[in-house]
C-alpha cells in the first residue's frame, strides 16, 4: 500500500472516531462563511447553525428585551442630578464672574466665586434630581396600575410631576402652570419617541433596548 492510499485511511479512520468523514469541496459550497474563519471538517456541525443574523441575549425566564420604567429610573435620576450640577455650576460661574468684577482677582473674590458655583450646582442638581424622581416614582406607579407600558404613561406621569412640583410654591395657579408644563413636555418627548412611526416608516429601535 503507497503512501496517499494510508494517508487516506489514516484521514478516514479520524474523521470515523469523531462522528464524520470528510466534506468535499461541493458540500462546503454555498455555506456562508462570512465572519468566520473555515471550520474543520472533522467537526459533525453544521456551520449553518453558527451564523446568526439578528443578535441574541440570555434573558431569565418572563423577562423582556427591554428595560421596563424601573430600571431606567435610577439612570434617569442620576444622570438628571449630574445634568443639574454641571449646569448649575457654570451658572454660577458666570453670574459670580459678573457680580465681583470690581473686586479684581483677589483671594475674597475667589472665595465669592466658589461658593456661588458650588450654591447653584447643589440646588439646580437638587431640583431636577427631585423632578426626575418623581417623574419615575409616578411612572412606575401607572405602569403597574394599569399593567401596560406605553405613551399614555409617560404623559400621565410628566403632568403629575409638574403640578406635585409646583404645588409647594405656587397654589392652584402654580400647579395648573407646572401641569401644562410637565404635559407639554412629556406629551413632545412621546411625539418625539414615535415620529418615525407617525411618518409611516419603520419605527428604529427603541433606547431601551440592551
Known sequence: MDNSQGSGGMKGGIGGLFG???YSNTELAGVPLTGMSPLSPYLNVDPRYLVQDTDEFILPTGANKTRGRFELAFFTIGGSCIIGA???AVNGLRVSLKETRDLGWSKPRNVQILNMVTRQGASWANSLGSVALLYSVFGVAIEKARGAEDDINT???GTLTG???KSSTGGL???ARG???GLA???AYALYSNWDHLKGSSPSQSSRLY
Request: proline content about 0%; hydrophobic content about 55%.
Open 20 to 22: 464524520g468523514g470528510e
Open 86 to 88: 454641571a449646569f448649575g
Open 155 to 157: 404623559v400621565a406621569a
Open 163 to 165: 403640578m406635585l412640583f
Open 173 to 175: 395657579r402654580g400647579v
Open 179 to 181: 401641569g401644562l408644563a
Open 185 to 187: 413636555l412629556s406629551g
